[in-house]
């Protein structure tokens, strides 16, 4: 209170006393109710916002469910538990993203609202200024001024409180994407892992080095062993053509060869020169000398041959023998 002179006279200024009254009275009022509108709105804003988080939660207690039932079945193994995961994810992750967006669009209509309410709290906020100051500049008493300055500052800052209180509300932040958001990549099935196969070491069929099947074709024939095919005939004047699949080579034979007969008893022999073809190039020269006989089917082969490039080498074979 202002301190008054003795024998003061008081003026009352009733009639700007009254509109200021009114004034401040209605402004104040305005904003309360501004301040209501924007609290209801902004609860149903938060209302669905709940509903969705809700949704969300019920469903993820239901994805999480049925993920642990999946894995519970796997037994350990590793692309049983990586499908598990990506079924819960090709849920989750879509559920989240339908959540966050929600969410995130609920924000923009929070904020548009509260910048709505904000324009309109400034805007009462002017008008209160601008309506009392038509009123409050007829007051020439020092006495009235203080109490109605105060007033009038009294309800511009519950304006201004108002404005602030609508800023303070909390909103929910988006839910964390435990699968990412990129939910495409749980779209299909991992590919399965191939199978183990056991490592084994291919092996050969056992071909005995010894042994030579002579094939007899009229005056002709064709033998082979491990290493190689000859095809040759021999009829006083011998030939024969060898091929050697082992070191790649070629061999043809020219001379002289005789056979005798007596029952199942059967003795061959040839003799000549030798040409031998290496896989390299290499051309190599000599002689042979063979012999083979058989009693009935089987029988013995000596071989024996002297090149330049390799030298003397003698071989002898089990035979079995076949006629035609």
């Known amino acids: 209170m202002p301190n008054l002179p003795p024998n003061a006279v008081l003026r009352d200024y009733p009639n700007e006393r009254f509109a200021l009254d009114c004034i ?22 938060m209302k669905s916002v709940g509903q969705a988080e809700e949704v969300y939660l019920n469903n993820k207690e239901r994805y999480v469910k049925d993920y642990v039932g999946c894995t519970e079945g796997c037994g350990g193994d590793g692309y049983c ?19 966050n967006r929600d969410i995130q669009g609920y924000y923009e209509d929070y904020l548009h609202l509260f910048q709505t309410t904000v324009d309109n709290q400034k805007r009462i906020l002017e008008d209160l200024y601008s309506f009392t100051g038509q009123w409050f500049s007829k007051i020439d008493s020092p006495y009235w001024s203080k109490i109605y300055a105060y007033e009038i500052q009294r309800v511009a800052l519950s304006i201004i409180g108002n404005t602030f209180a609508a800023h303070q509300w909390a909103f929910p932040f988006s839910v964390g994407q435990e699968c990412g958001p ?13 199978e183990e196969v056991e490592e084994k070491e291919p092996k050969g069929n056992n071909c005995p080095p010894d042994k030579k099947v002579n094939i007899g074709l009229a005056i002709c024939g064709i033998s082979f062993d491990c290493e190689s095919v000859e095809f040759g005939c021999a009829a006083g ?15 043809a034979f020219v001379g002289v060869g005789v056979d005798a ?5 059967k003795v061959e022999a ?16 000599g002689v042979k000398g063979e012999v083979t006989g058989t009693l009935g089917p089987v029988g013995k082969n000596y071989e024996g041959t002297v090149t330049v ?8 074979k089990d035979v079995i023998g076949i006629s035609f």
């Open 261 to 265: 007969e007596a029952g199942f008893a």
């Open 182 to 194: 990129d939910c495409s990549v749980f779209a299909n099935p991992a590919i399965l892992p191939p």
């Open 237 to 251: 004047a011998a030939f024969s053509l060898k091929k050697n699949f082992v070191n790649k080579s070629t061999t």
């Open 309 to 316: 490039m390799e030298g003397p080498r003698s071989e002898s």
């Open 270 to 285: 040839t003799a000549g020169f030798t040409m031998t073809r290496h896989a390299n190039g290499d051309l190599d020269v």
């Open 81 to 99: 538990l990586e499908e598990c995961h990506r079924k819960y994810c090709s849920k989750e992750c879509p559920a989240a993203n339908i959540l």
């Open 24 to 45: 401040t009275e209605y402004f104040s009022q305005a904003s309360d109710e501004e301040a209501d509108e924007f609290t209801v709105l902004a609860d149903e804003i």
